[in-house]
């Protein structure tokens, strides 16, 4: 079984910076691509940012110069630092990864727990 589990988040001021992490845990053999995603109340859950296994980098256009993603492959764990944070950018940040298990021969998206961030105006 492979967990991931979130921390950080938070509640910050508008124009802060605010990190996120997540790890994988478990039968973990290889993981292929990390995401963050985000749910603000009543809206649908949108892709923040993503990276694969290559280092190549995807964001949301309304994130892109503010927020950076990176992963730690040794440790199975991807990163978020967020800058300059505005009110919109308040939701609940779920991370996500494709992870090849002990015993498996494919890929299986896998999700965290989610992590609150609050932007104060």
């Known amino acids: 079984q492979v967990r991931l589990v979130e921390s950080g988040g938070g509640l910050v001021q508008a124009g802060g910076s605010l990190d996120v992490s997540c790890a994988a845990s478990g039968s973990v053999v290889r993981v292929d691509t990390m995401a963050w995603y985000r749910q603000a109340p009543g809206q649908q859950r949108e892709l923040v940012a993503q990276?694969?296994?290559?280092?190549?980098?995807t964001y949301q256009d309304s994130v892109k110069g503010r927020f950076a993603i990176s992963r730690d492959d040794a440790l199975h764990i991807v990163y978020l630092h967020m800058n300059s944070l505005k009110p919109e950018d308040t939701a609940v940040y779920y991370c996500s990864a494709d992870v090849m298990e002990v015993a498996r021969d494919s890929y299986r998206t896998y999700w965290g727990q989610g992590t609150q961030v609050t932007v104060s105006s």
């Open positions: 990276i694969t296994r290559g280092d190549d980098k």
